[in-house]
């Protein structure tokens, strides 16, 4: 079932966000993103004559309520957004009667889902270590199905519109959607777009295939380079991780950030580039800097001989160049991560070329898709996110997707 076909006339639906926005100490939203990213999910059912719960975590309560992560800071923001007033739950596991008064167009916001520790479905206060621990983790298994039947019992129909917990085989994101027979559960409008086009990026390829990996680290982003080497034609690697690659070359680094213990495993990404007749774009020059401040004194020099009190922050001049002709030209672009420290006005060049590359090459046609973490901040830091193909709100769930690795909660509900 899509969510185009469904009809919600009548019905009660139970709806997946992901409203964990970011507040300021007063509890204000600092970045609605998230909430206007739901809203053609949530106007089509009101639309429809559906009435609507609504459900999300906020923040790490743990499985305890927290009131910094209550999700009434967020009901008026709600309410405004959807031109309507809000009802609340302040108990997500206890909102029958509230949902059972609901009438068609009214909408009910439930408390943060992860006051419950049912719904990430972890046992709480007991060690891995613990020999008790397969069986309270087994418990808690079964308390989380009957925490996901509570919530499922409140609704006609399921929709997950929640791509950034799409994941994690949680209460709400996964084992809720066994409660609904195939015709009662279906994707959200923003689930759908972010299918497609990690689809387009996995299976409908367009080439020239070139593909941006920056960030801090090469450890967190290894699962993904391998997964992309088998597809890209270009593989740019930049920020932190150029100099752990520089180093294992033999390069001096200096002071910036580099993973020791992971020399051998750039080697082999160098090695399994070669064989598999991939262009692996490197860093050749950066902008080296005697501090890590924006104040910084710098100077450009070879990513591979960085003086023992500096170190690496941005992308040089040379090396810009380079990642700009390997993207002007690609019809399919992933970019995840920045080139260098971008939060720093004066080291964002790498990242900005880069981005002023992406945009070109969209202008001329290509697909670009630009998702997880910081790359995200960095386009919008630019002011150029309507001027890629696809911005994803996916952190974790966008990098799984594109290591190849099915998501639960879409797969609860496709099969
Ligand atoms: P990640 O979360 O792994 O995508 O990393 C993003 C972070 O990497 C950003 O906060 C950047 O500031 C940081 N980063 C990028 N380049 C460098 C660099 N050369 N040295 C230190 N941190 C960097």
Not at 187 to 212: C, H, Q, W
Not at 241 to 256: I, Q, R
């Amino acid at each position: 079932m899509t969510i185009d076909q469904y009809n919600f006339n009548g019905k009660k639906a139970i709806v997946r966000v992901d409203f964990n926005v970011p507040l300021d100490e007063n509890g204000n939203i600092t970045d609605d993103t998230r909430i206007r990213g739901a809203l053609p999910t949530l106007k089509k059912i009101l639309a429809d004559g559906g009435s609507l719960i609504i459900m999300s975590h906020m923040g790490k309560p743990k499985g305890k309520v927290n009131p910094k992560m209550s999700l009434s800071q967020i009901k008026d923001a709600v309410a405004k957004a959807l031109g309507t007033e809000v009802e609340f739950a302040e108990d997500c596991a206890t909102a029958a009667d509230k949902a059972a008064a609901l009438k068609p167009g009214q909408v009910l916001l439930l408390e943060n889902l992860r006051f419950h520790p049912e719904e990430e479905g972890k046992p709480v206060g007991i060690d891995k270590a613990d020999p008790a621990y397969d069986a309270a983790k087994k418990e808690m298994k079964e308390k989380q199905k009957e925490f996901a039947k509570t919530l499922a019992s409140y609704a006609d129909v399921y929709v997950n519109d929640a791509f950034g917990t799409a994941h994690r085989r949680h209460a709400s994101t996964a084992v809720i959607a066994d409660y609904f027979d195939a015709d009662s559960k279906m994707l959200g409008y923003l689930m759908e777009k972010e299918v497609k086009a990690v689809d387009n990026i996995l299976s409908d390829i367009k080439r020239p295939f070139t593909a941006i990996m920056g960030g801090s680290k090469v450890s967190t982003k290894i699962g993904i380079i391998e997964n992309l080497m088998d597809k890209v034609d270009n593989l740019i690697l930049c920020g932190g991780m150029t100099y752990t690659f520089a180093k294992a070359l033999g390069g001096e680094v200096g002071k910036s950030i580099c993973e020791e213990d992971k020399l051998d495993l750039a080697l082999d990404i160098i090695k399994k580039a070669k064989e598999k007749g991939v262009n692996l774009v490197l860093g050749i020059d950066c902008v080296a800097a005697d501090d890590f401040s924006n104040d910084a004194n710098t100077m450009v020099v070879s990513s591979k001989e960085i003086p023992a009190e500096w170190e690496g922050l941005d992308a040089g001049p040379e090396t810009r160049k380079l990642f700009a002709n390997a993207i002007k030209g690609a019809k399919t672009i992933l970019w995840n991560g920045p080139a260098g420290v971008f939060e720093f006005d004066n080291f964002t060049a790498g990242s900005r070329a880069i981005a002023d590359a992406v945009v070109e090459a969209t202008e001329n046609g290509a697909f670009s898709l630009v998702g997880g973490g910081d790359s995200v901040a960095c386009v919008n830091k630019f002011g150029l996110a309507d001027k890629v193909s696809y911005v994803s709100t996916g952190g974790g769930a966008l990098l799984e997707a594109i290591e190849g690795k099915v998501l639960p909660g879409v797969a609860a509900i496709k099969g």
